[in-house]
C-alpha cells in the first residue's frame, strides 16, 4: 500500500514537472493568448518630417486610441549621395564630417517631446545607406564601418535626448534589414554577429543599453524555414543580445515574400531559435500594405496576420499603421474599423451596397471607360474590384495622403485599355469596404471594343505652344517644339530625345493653332516606364483640357482617358468630343501622380495633337496605286489565293460579301506585310483597304494596319495607321483609312497589318 502511495506521489511529480517545464513557454517570451492587438508602428522620415507638434500630437493620439505604445522611427542619419558629407542627419550633429539635411527641423526632437507627453515609447533607429544591399553580406570591412558609424550616432542622441526625454527615448532600432538568401555561409553569419556585437559591446560598454530591435525579412523562394532557423541560431549562439532585446521579423506578407498560406511556418520556426537565446523576445513586424499596388492592407487581412502567429509571438508591431491605416494620412475607415474590431473582439461582416448604373462606353481613341455610382457602407467603402469576361483584373482603392496629397479618395471610373477591338467583353464591378467585405456585383455589362478612330487632320502640328513650368533639364523640351512637331519618341527607350520630361508638379500647356479652327480630339502620347525610386514615369493621374477663341477666356471641354492598368510602353490618352467647337487656343493640364502609389513620379510626353474629321473616311478623286506590281509577305494563304498576284491593284473589289468570292485573298492569324511600287515618285495623300467583316467565320478587320512610305524601297518612315470599323455586327465590306492632312511623296508604300484571326482584303489602294 505504501509502495503504491509512493508510487502515485512520484507518477504525480513526474508529470508536474514535465507541464511546468516543458509545456509551459518560458515566462520572457510569451505568446499573445487572448484578442490579439497591435502595439505600435514605424514612422518613416518622408512623412514626418514637416510634422509640426499639433500634427505629432494628433498622430500620437490616435495610435493611443487604438491601444499602441510603440512606435519605431527609421534612420535619423542616411549617406550622403553627393558625396559631399559622410552622413546627412534629421538633427544637429556636430559629428566630424557629417551634417544636418538642408531646411530640414529636428524631427527627433519633435518625435521624442511629443510622444514623452503623451507616455509612448520610441525605438530610436541610428543610420542606414543606400548601398547595404550590395555589401552586407561581402565586404567586411564597409560592413564594420557602418557599424561604428551607428555607434557615433547612438552617443550623439543619447547625449542630446535620453536625459530630456527619459520615459518617451525606449530603446534602440538597428535600420539595418537582414534575409534569408545571402547569409549562407558560416563565415558570412560569423560576419553578421561579429557587426551586431560591435553595436552591442558599445552600448553595454558605455552604459547606454536600451532594448534594442531588429526586424529582418524572409524570402520563401529563397530557403526553407527550418534553413532560416538554423541561420539565426547560429548567430543568436554568437552574439550578445540580452534579456528584452526583441527580434521582430518582417512577416513579409505585405512585401511578397510569404504569404497568409505560409508565413505561420517561418513564425514556427523562428521561435525555436529565439527560444535558443534566453531573455530574447519574439515579435512580429506586420506588413499593412499590399507590394502589388502599394495600397493599404484591409482590417480583416492584418487580424489573419495577427491570428495566425500569437502562439508564437508576445506582440505586434506594423509596418506602418501611420503611413497606411492612419486618418492623418488615408480615409478615416481602416482606423475606424480597427476600433470596431478592438471593441466588438471580432472583425465587421457587413458587405457595402451593390454599385449601381454601371455602364460602359467605346473611347474613340481606344478602349474602353466604366462608370457608376458610389456603393454606400456601414463604416465606409474602401474600393472597388473590377472584372472582365468572369476574371479579376484589377482594383480601385483609398489612396494615401502621403502618396497624392491633393487628391485623396476612390474613383467611380474605370478605363480600360487592354482590349482588342471588335472582341465582345462582360464588365462587372464589386465595392469592398475596409474589412475585405464584397458586396454584390454590379452588372455584368456587355459592350464590343472598337478599332481606335484617330481623326485625320492633325491641326495642331507645327504650331507654337508654351508650357509652364517648363520641362526638366534633364529630359527638356528641344527648340520648345517636340510637343507638335508630329515626332514620335522611341517607346522602348526613355532616353530618346524626342521625350520630354514633367517631374513632381503640375503641367499647363497652351497650343496657339494661329487662328480660329474646329477642333474635337485631342490626344497625348505619353510613357509608362520604371527604372528604380529616381525614375518613375507613368502617365499622369488626369489630363484637363479647356479652349478659348482669345487666349483669356476658357471653357473645360473635358478629361484625357487615363488607363487605370497598363503595361510598359506609350500610351495615346484621347478625348473625342461629340461634335466639333471652335478654338483658337487649346490649353491642357496635367497633374502628376499616374496611379496610387507613385505621387511623386515622372510624366514623359513627346506629342500633343489636336486634330478633327473633316475627309477621314472619303475616297480621295485620284487613284494612283492601280494596276501597279506589289509583294506580300508572307503569302495569301494557299486555300485562298492572290491570283496572278494582281488582285490587291487591279481596282476589282469582290461582288458579294462571301469569301468564297474569288476576289477576295485570305491571310491567317499573324502579320502581313504589303508593298507597293508607285513605279517613280509620286505625291499620296491617302492609303485604305478594303476587308470582309465576317464574325461567323472569325473574319475581322486588322487589329493594327501601319502606313510607312519610302524613296528608295530599303528605308521606311511611319505615317500613320487605317481607321475604320464595321457600322453593324453582320458581313459587311469595312474600309480603312489614312487620311493625310497634306499630301507627301515617295514611290513606295508598305502597310504592315496584324490579325488574330483571318483577315479577308480585296483591294489597296493609294490616293491623292
Excluded at 250 to 269: H, I, K, M, P, R
Excluded at 660 to 687: C, F, H, M, P, Y
Amino acid at each position: 500500500m505504501y509502495n503504491k502511495f509512493y508510487i502515485n506521489v512520484l507518477c504525480m511529480t513526474v508529470f508536474l514537472f514535465f507541464i511546468f517545464t516543458v509545456c509551459t513557454p518560458c515566462t520572457v517570451n510569451a505568446a499573445v493568448t487572448t484578442q490579439p492587438k497591435l502595439a505600435g508602428t514605424f514612422i518613416q522620415e518622408g512623412l514626418m518630417k514637416d510634422w509640426d507638434d499639433a500634427k505629432w500630437q494628433s498622430e500620437l493620439r490616435l495610435l493611443k486610441d487604438a491601444g499602441m505604445e510603440y512606435i519605431i522611427i527609421g534612420a535619423v542619419a542616411e549617406n550622403d549621395r553627393s558625396g559631399e558629407y559622410t552622413m546627412l542627419t534629421n538633427y544637429p550633429t556636430s559629428i566630424p564630417g557629417c551634417a544636418m539635411k538642408p531646411n530640414h527641423q529636428d524631427t527627433v526632437d519633435l518625435c521624442l517631446r511629443n510622444a514623452e507627453l503623451v507616455g509612448m515609447k520610441v525605438f530610436m533607429g541610428t543610420n542606414c545607406r543606400s548601398d547595404w544591399f550590395q555589401n552586407m553580406a561581402k565586404d567586411e570591412k564597409w560592413l564594420y564601418a557602418r557599424m561604428h558609424e551607428s555607434n557615433l550616432i547612438a552617443d550623439e542622441l543619447w547625449e542630446k535626448y535620453k536625459s530630456k526625454y527619459p520615459n518617451a527615448f525606449y530603446g534602440w532600432y538597428w535600420c539595418y534589414e537582414v534575409d534569408n538568401a545571402n547569409y549562407n555561409t558560416t563565415e558570412k553569419r560569423d560576419r553578421l554577429a561579429n557587426a551586431l556585437n560591435i553595436i552591442l559591446d558599445h552600448l553595454d560598454d558605455t552604459n547606454k543599453r536600451l532594448p534594442i530591435m531588429l526586424c529582418p525579412f524572409m524570402n520563401a523562394k529563397c530557403s526553407t524555414p527550418q534553413d532560416y532557423e538554423n541561420m539565426w541560431k547560429y548567430i543568436f549562439e554568437r552574439t550578445h543580445f540580452a534579456e528584452g532585446d526583441i527580434f521582430a521579423p518582417q512577416d513579409s506578407v505585405g512585401a511578397g515574400g510569404t504569404n497568409l498560406d505560409n508565413f505561420a511556418e517561418w513564425f514556427e520556426a523562428l521561435k525555436r531559435a529565439v527560444d535558443s537565446k534566453p531573455g530574447l523576445k519574439l515579435w512580429s513586424d506586420l506588413e499593412t500594405f499590399d507590394h502589388t499596388d502599394w495600397t493599404a492592407a484591409t482590417i480583416d487581412r492584418i487580424y489573419i496576420q495577427m491570428d495566425r502567429i500569437k502562439q508564437y509571438v508576445e506582440n505586434y508591431v506594423t509596418f506602418a499603421y501611420s503611413h497606411y491605416q492612419s486618418p492623418n494620412n488615408i480615409n478615416e475607415g481602416y482606423h475606424a474599423t480597427y476600433l470596431d474590431y478592438l471593441k466588438n473582439g471580432v472583425v465587421e461582416t457587413n458587405p457595402p451596397s451593390q454599385p449601381q448604373n454601371l455602364e460602359a462606353k467605346v473611347l474613340p481613341t481606344g478602349g474602353i471607360l466604366l462608370d457608376w455610382d458610389e456603393s454606400t457602407d456601414n463604416i465606409g467603402v474602401c474600393g472597388y474590384y473590377i472584372y472582365r469576361n468572369g476574371e479579376l483584373i484589377d482594383k480601385l482603392q483609398m489612396r494615401r495622403k502621403e502618396k497624392r496629397p491633393s487628391t485623396p479618395g476612390i474613383d467611380t471610373h474605370y478605363v480600360d485599355l487592354s482590349v482588342s477591338a471588335l472582341n465582345l467583353y462582360n464588365y462587372e464591378v464589386r465595392a469592398f469596404d475596409f474589412a475585405g467585405n464584397i458586396s454584390a456585383a454590379a452588372g455584368p455589362i456587355a459592350v464590343t471594343a472598337n478599332q481606335p478612330k484617330i481623326f485625320a487632320n492633325n491641326i495642331s502640328k507645327g504650331c507654337s505652344y508654351t508650357i509652364s513650368p517648363s520641362a526638366d533639364i534633364e529630359y527638356p523640351d528641344t527648340d520648345n517644339k517636340e510637343l507638335t512637331d508630329g515626332v514620335y519618341a522611341d517607346s522602348s527607350n526613355y532616353s530618346d530625345p524626342a521625350w520630354q520630361g514633367w517631374y513632381n508638379e503640375p503641367r499647363e500647356v497652351i497650343v496657339d493653332l494661329g487662328d480660329i479652327k474646329e477642333v474635337q480630339q485631342f490626344i497625348a502620347n505619353c510613357l509608362y516606364d520604371r527604372h528604380g525610386e529616381d525614375l518613375e514615369i507613368f502617365p499622369p493621374y488626369k489630363m484637363e483640357v479647356s479652349i478659348s477663341e482669345d487666349g483669356l477666356t476658357y471653357i473645360d471641354v473635358g478629361e484625357l482617358a487615363i488607363p487605370h492598368k497598363i503595361s510598359k510602353g506609350s500610351y495615346k490618352l484621347g478625348l473625342t468630343l461629340e461634335q466639333p467647337i471652335n478654338a483658337r487656343y487649346i490649353k491642357l493640364i496635367s497633374t502628376p501622380g499616374g496611379l496610387p502609389w507613385t505621387w511623386p513620379c515622372w510624366t514623359f510626353i513627346d506629342e500633343f495633337e489636336v486634330r478633327n474629321n473633316d475627309y477621314s473616311y472619303i475616297d480621295l478623286p485620284n487613284l494612283i496605286s492601280r494596276g501597279c506590281s506589289y509583294t506580300v509577305t508572307p503569302q495569301a494563304h494557299e486555300r485562298y489565293p492572290d491570283t496572278s498576284g494582281k488582285e490587291l491593284t487591279n481596282g476589282e473589289y469582290a461582288s458579294s460579301t462571301s469569301y468564297l468570292d474569288s476576289a477576295w485573298q485570305g491571310w491567317d492569324a499573324g502579320t502581313r506585310e504589303v508593298v507597293i511600287d508607285l513605279g517613280n515618285n509620286k505625291k499620296i495623300q491617302q492609303v485604305s483597304g478594303s476587308f470582309l467583316y465576317h464574325p461567323d467565320y472569325y473574319m475581322y478587320t486588322p487589329r493594327s494596319a501601319t502606313v510607312w512610305v519610302s524613296d528608295d524601297g530599303v528605308n521606311f518612315t511611319e505615317i500613320g495607321c487605317l481607321s475604320g470599323v464595321p457600322s453593324k455586327n453582320q458581313p459587311e465590306r469595312c474600309k480603312q483609312y489614312l487620311t493625310l492632312t497634306d499630301a507627301i511623296e515617295a514611290r513606295y508604300v508598305k502597310l504592315t497589318v496584324t490579325g488574330g484571326a483571318w483577315i479577308f482584303v480585296d483591294e489597296i489602294e493609294v490616293r491623292i
